[in-house]
């Protein structure tokens, strides 16, 4: 069963390019979430989808920020016109509806993708 | 003052040595809480769960949370090189389907 895909694992942007993330939930997760490292800062929430819908995305920067999760195909954060400060490793994660555990406990864990590392120059 | 706080250390300790590493918070309606283990350039993964207040044991490592405290623990026994990593300690205020809210980590080196 594979993992949460993310891709690619590392991008070079100029500033004023844009950048696309792509992330693949694992198998039967239809739960995602974006969330954005920066260097010697903890994981910081960004954006929460279901297929075709935006749960929460009270995480995400107002401008130059989008995220979708279609019907078909990964999830995408995009970054238009990106700068300098936005060069940080992006983690994906995911979470199938309901989890419940080998003890019968709902644990509402997180399955992580191996992050994205976005480099502005 | 933020909702999660970690000493992001780093931490270096002997091969066999027991790791406590903690982690306080603000937000009192918390009350999902976990640990995760980060090795350098992967993704988080789950390490440990609690629910609420309690203890709970697994092999080697043991979660502590102290609701009235609002403060969390994690404790490496016979800690190991391969115990190495960036350990982040996150919380929820409801079971699934919520954000996350991370520690920024603290880095901890096993020496043999």
């Known amino acids: 069963n594979a993992g949460v895909m993310q891709n690619p694992r590392h991008l070079v942007r100029r500033r004023g390019q844009e950048a696309r993330l792509r992330c693949s939930p694992m198998?039967?997760?239809?739960?995602v979430y974006w969330y954005r490292q920066l260097p010697e800062e903890g994981l910081k929430f960004m954006v929460y989808?279901?297929?075709?819908?935006?749960?929460?995305e009270s995480g995400m920067p107002k401008e130059r920020f989008s995220a979708e999760f279609p019907k078909e195909g990964p999830s995408i954060l995009r970054i238009q016109q990106v700068v300098r400060g936005d060069s940080a490793a992006y983690f994906c994660?995911?979470?199938?509806?309901?989890?419940?555990?080998?003890?019968?406990?709902?644990?509402?864990?997180?399955?992580f993708g191996e992050g994205s590392r976005l480099t502005v120059l | 003052q933020k909702e999660v706080e970690q000493d992001p250390g780093p931490l270096s300790v002997p091969e066999g040595a027991i790791v406590s590493l903690n982690c306080t918070y603000s937000n009192s309606a918390f009350q999902y809480f976990m640990w995760y283990r980060q090795y350098s350039r992967k993704g988080p993964e789950l390490l440990m769960y609690t629910y609420s207040s309690g203890n709970k044991e697994d092999g080697r490592f043991t979660a502590q949370v102290d609701k009235s405290s609002k403060y969390i623990s994690l404790f490496i026994r016979d800690s190991q090189p391969s115990d190495s990593a960036t350990y982040l300690c996150?919380?929820?205020?409801?079971?699934?389907?919520?954000?996350?809210?991370f520690g920024k980590g603290t880095t901890l080196s096993v020496s043999s």
């Open positions: 198998k039967g997760h239809s739960h």
């Open positions: 994660a995911s979470s199938p509806v309901n989890l419940v555990s080998t003890s019968g406990v709902n644990t509402g864990e997180l399955f």
């Open positions: 989808l279901q297929k075709e819908n935006i749960i929460d």
């Open positions: 996150a919380m929820s205020a409801r079971q699934a389907g919520t954000a996350l809210i």
